[in-house]
T-cell receptor, first 112, second 115 residues
Framework: SQQGEEDPQALSIQEGENATMNCSYK?????LQWYRQNSGRGLVHLIL?????REKHSGRLRVTLDTSKKSSSLLITASRAADTASYFC????????????FGKGTHLIIQP | DAGVIQSPRHEVTEMGQEVTLRCKLI?????LFWYRQTMMRGLELLIY????????DSGMPEDRFSAKMPNASFSTLKIQPSEPRDSAVYFC?????????????FGAGTRLSVL
C-alpha cells in the first residue's frame, strides 16, 4: 500500500460545526480507508471506499473520493465532543494484498 | 467475539531485556498485522501475515525484532535485546482477508517502555 497524507494535522472546532479532513495519495488505488483513534486506544475502522466509488455515507460521516486528484475527504457533520480523536487514512494500491500504511493523521478537537 | 486481544497492556523493562508481546486474532480471521506507533514516526507497519505465513516483513526495524504465528489464532512479537528507542505503543490488527482489501480490527495496544 502507499502512505496517505492527512491534512490538516490538527483541527479545532466548536461542537455542532462540521469537520472536514483531507487525504492525498500518489498512485492509483484499490480502495481507501478511514480510521479513528481515540486517545490511548487502537484504531477503529470508519469507512472503506473503493476506487470505483465517489461518495459513501455512514451516519454523520461522509467520505468522497476523487481519483483524478488522488484525494479523499472525510466530513463529520454536527460534530460532538465524542468525535475528538485522531483520524487516519490508508490508501491501498494494486491488488490490495499489502498491509496498510498510515499517515500522521489529523487530530480533531471538538470544543464544547 | 471479544475482538483482537493484546497482552500485556503495559510493559516496563530495562535495556537489554527480552520483551514478548502477544496477540490473539478474531476467530475466523486469517490476516495478522503488527504496527508500532510513536509521536515521531506515526503508525508504522512492521510485519503482515496471511494464513500464518509472513507476507511482508520489510517494516521490521532490525534483527532484534522477530514475529511468529505458532497457530492460526495467535501471534507474538519479540524484541531481544530491547533498547530505549523501542519504546512505543505496539498494535496488532486482524482481518478476514489478505492485505488491505478488508477492514482491519485493532487491539487496544501494548505500551512498551524500555528504560
Amino acid at each position: 500500500s502507499q502512505q496517505g497524507e492527512e491534512d490538516p494535522q490538527a483541527l479545532s472546532i466548536q461542537e455542532g460545526e462540521n469537520a472536514t479532513m483531507n487525504c492525498s495519495y500518489k498512485t492509483s488505488i484499490n480502495n481507501l480507508q478511514w480510521y479513528r483513534q481515540n486517545s490511548g486506544r487502537g484504531l477503529v475502522h470508519l469507512i472503506l471506499i473503493r476506487s470505483n466509488e465517489r461518495e459513501k455515507h455512514s451516519g454523520r460521516l461522509r467520505v468522497t473520493l476523487d481519483t483524478s486528484k488522488k484525494s479523499s475527504s472525510l466530513l463529520i457533520t454536527a460534530s460532538r465532543a465524542a468525535d475528538t480523536a485522531s483520524y487516519f487514512c490508508a490508501a491501498i494500491s494494486g491488488g490490495g494484498a499489502d498491509g496498510l500504511t498510515f499517515g500522521k493523521g489529523t487530530h480533531l478537537i471538538i470544543q464544547p | 467475539d471479544a475482538g483482537v486481544i493484546q497482552s500485556p497492556r503495559h510493559e516496563v523493562t530495562e535495556m537489554g531485556q527480552e520483551v514478548t508481546l502477544r496477540c490473539k486474532l478474531i476467530s475466523g480471521h486469517n490476516s495478522l498485522f503488527w504496527y508500532r506507533q510513536t509521536m515521531m514516526r506515526g503508525l508504522e507497519l512492521l510485519i503482515y501475515f496471511n494464513n500464518n505465513v509472513p507476507i511482508d516483513d520489510s517494516g521490521m526495524p532490525e534483527d532484534r525484532f522477530s514475529a511468529k504465528m505458532p497457530n492460526a489464532s495467535f501471534s507474538t512479537l519479540k524484541i531481544q535485546p530491547s533498547e530505549p528507542r523501542d519504546s512505543a505503543v505496539y498494535f496488532c490488527a486482524s482481518s478476514s482477508g489478505p492485505g488491505g482489501r478488508n477492514i482491519q480490527y485493532f487491539g487496544a495496544g501494548t505500551r512498551l517502555s524500555v528504560l
